[in-house]
C-alpha cells in the first residue's frame, strides 16, 4: 500500500502535458470488440482502469500488444462471447461496456455486474431497456448480466429520461449491427461519444449525431479495424488547472481541447483565475486570492461532476461563501469528511455543500474516498500548511498517470511511500 506525502504552501509553476481520456479510451477498447479485426488506438491513458479493460478483453481472447506506452494494437478476432473474467468486471465501471459489445457482436451477452467509484446508487436500468428495445431478452442472475435475442437485433427508438454516458454508449455499442435504424432520444453528449462514435465510424459503422441529444445509428453488415487517436481528457486537464489556481501559480496545460473546458475555465475565471486560451493550451495565472462562487454540476456541456471535488478544493480557500450543488450524482460528498481533518468550514444540506473560505487549513492524514475526491485531496493538500498524507492512492491511480511526477515536475514538495 502506497500513499502520498505533501508539504503543502509552494506555487506551481511551468508545462504539464494532458494524457489521453480515460473516460474515451474505456468505450473505444470495448468497441474495438465489435471489429473483428486489428485496430491501433494511440494516446492511451497508462492507468489502471485502462490496464483492468485490457486484461479483461484479453481474457475473453483479444490480442493486446503496447507498441508503446499510450499505443496499442487490439485484435479481437478471436474473443468469444460469456467469459469476460468476472473478479475483473466487477472493479471499474467500463466492464459495463463488455455486455453491449458482446450483445452488438454476438447478440449474447453473460457479463458479471460492473463496479466502479462509490457514489451511491449507480442503477443500469437505462442501459438494459436499451438493449430490450432493439429485441435483446436480459436477466440478471447470480451476479451476472445475460442477454439473448432469439429474433435477432433489430433498430428500434429509444428515450432515456436521463442523458446517462454509459447508457448512450451501450446502445451505441449494441446497436452497430442491428437491422435498419436505431435513435436515442435523450443521449448523453460527452466528448467521449463523440470520440466513440468517431472511431467506430472510421471502423465503417454509420452514426450519426453524436455529440447532440438525439443519435442515429444504421446498422451496417461488418466492421474492419482503423487506427484512432484518443481526445485529450478534460478531467485530468482541469484537475492540475485546479491545482495551478490554488497555489498561486503560473501553469500552462497543453494538449486540451480549450472547447471541452468551457464550464470548467468559466468557473476558474468567475473565481477570479486569469486564463490564457491557445489552440490546444490553457495557461493558469493564479495568484492565490480566489473568489467565492456557486457551481452546479450537469450533464455535458454543463460544469462536470468530475470535477467537483476539484472545485470544492477551490472553494475551501475562497474569500466568501461558496456552494456547490451535486446533481448527476447522489452521494459524492464523502470526501467532506477528510477535507475537514484539514480545517475546511463546509456544512451540506441536501445537494448542496457551503464553504466558507479559510486560510487557516493545516496538512492532515486523510483518506481518498474516490478517484476525483483523491485527486481534489492533493490540490487542498497542496495549498495548505504543513504536511498532508493521503492513503488509498490506488484509487487516484484508476484515473491519473504519473500524477505526482507532473505535480513535483511543477514544483510541487510531493513524494509516494510505501505504508
Ligand atoms: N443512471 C440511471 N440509470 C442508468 C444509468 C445511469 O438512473 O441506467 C443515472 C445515474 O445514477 C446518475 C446519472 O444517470 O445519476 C448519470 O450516470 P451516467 O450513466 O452518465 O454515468 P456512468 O456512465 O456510470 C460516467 C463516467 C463517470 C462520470 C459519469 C457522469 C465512465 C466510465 N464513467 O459514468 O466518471 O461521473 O459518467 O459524467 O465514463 C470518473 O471518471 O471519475 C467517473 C466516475
Known amino acids: ?72 494494437s487490439i485484435n ?64 440478471v442472475e447470480s451476479g451476472y448480466i445475460n442477454a439473448v435475442s432469439p429474433m435477432g437485433l433489430h433498430g428500434n427508438s429509444i428515450y432515456f429520461r436521463i442523458p446517462s454516458v454509459g447508457a448512450t454508449v451501450n ?4 446497436s452497430v449491427f442491428a437491422e435498419g435504424v436505431t435513435t436515442i432520444e435523450g443521449a448523453a453528449q460527452e466528448p467521449h461519444i463523440v470520440d466513440m462514435a468517431n472511431f467506430l465510424n472510421a471502423c465503417g459503422a454509420d452514426i450519426t449525431g453524436a455529440g447532440t441529444s438525439s443519435i442515429k445509428v ?23 488547472m485546479a491545482a495551478a489556481a490554488i497555489t498561486g501559480g503560473c501553469v500552462r496545460v497543453h494538449n486540451v481541447i480549450p472547447k471541452h473546458m468551457e464550464s470548467v475555465c468559466s468557473v476558474l475565471q468567475r473565481m477570479g483565475v486569469k486564463l490564457d486560451i491557445g489552440a490546444d493550451t490553457i495557461t493558469v495565472h ?25 472545485i470544492s478544493a477551490l472553494m ?9 450543488s451535486e446533481l448527476v450524482w447522489d452521494n459524492r460528498f464523502r470526501y467532506i469528511n477528510e477535507f475537514q481533518k484539514m480545517g ?24 481518498s474516498t474516490d478517484l476525483r475526491a483523491g485527486a481534489a485531496m492533493i490540490i487542498l493538500a497542496l495549498r495548505a500548511h504543513g504536511t498532508s498524507q493521503i ?19 511543477l514544483g510541487a514538495d510531493i513524494k509516494k511511500v510505501d505504508e
Open 1 to 72: 500500500m502506497e500513499k502520498i506525502i505533501i508539504n503543502g504552501g509552494l506555487p506551481l509553476n511551468g508545462d504539464v502535458y494532458i494524457d489521453g481520456m480515460k473516460n474515451a479510451a474505456l468505450p473505444i477498447i470495448a468497441a474495438t470488440l465489435l471489429c473483428g479485426d486489428t485496430c491501433i488506438i494511440d494516446n492511451v491513458p497508462a492507468v489502471s482502469d485502462i490496464a483492468m479493460l485490457l486484461d479483461i478483453i484479453a481474457g475473453m481472447g483479444a490480442k493486446v500488444e503496447y507498441l508503446d506506452k499510450c499505443r496499442i
Open 76 to 139: 479481437t478476432a478471436n474473443v468469444k462471447p460469456g467469459c469476460s473474467p468476472f473478479d475483473l468486471v466487477c472493479k471499474i465501471r467500463g466492464s459495463a461496456y463488455i455486455i453491449g459489445a458482446e450483445i452488438g457482436r454476438f447478440g449474447t451477452a453473460h457479463v458479471g455486474y460492473p463496479g466502479g467509484c462509490d457514489f451511491g446508487v449507480r442503477p443500469l436500468d437505462l442501459h438494459l431497456m436499451g438493449f430490450e428495445a432493439l429485441g435483446a431478452r436480459i436477466t
Open 171 to 174: 446502445c451505441i455499442l449494441a
Open 218 to 240: 444504421r446498422g451496417v453488415k461488418s466492421l474492419k479495424g482503423c487506427h484512432h487517436t484518443i481526445i485529450p481528457d478534460m478531467i485530468e486537464a482541469g484537475t492540475y
Open 286 to 310: 493564479g495568484d492565490g486570492k480566489l473568489i467565492a462562487t456557486d457551481v452546479v454540476t450537469q450533464p455535458y456541456p454543463g460544469f462536470p461532476t468530475d470535477m467537483h471535488p476539484q
Open 316 to 324: 475551501c480557500v475562497a474569500d466568501g461563501v461558496s456552494r456547490m
Open 344 to 367: 475546511t468550514i463546509i456544512s451540506v444540506a441536501d445537494r448542496t455543500a457551503s464553504f466558507t473560505g479559510s486560510q487557516k487549513l493545516s496538512g492532515a492524514p486523510v483518506v
Open 391 to 409: 492513503s488509498k492512492i490506488s484509487l487516484i491511480e484508476r484515473g491519473y498517470d504519473n500524477i505526482v511526477g507532473k505535480l513535483a515536475s
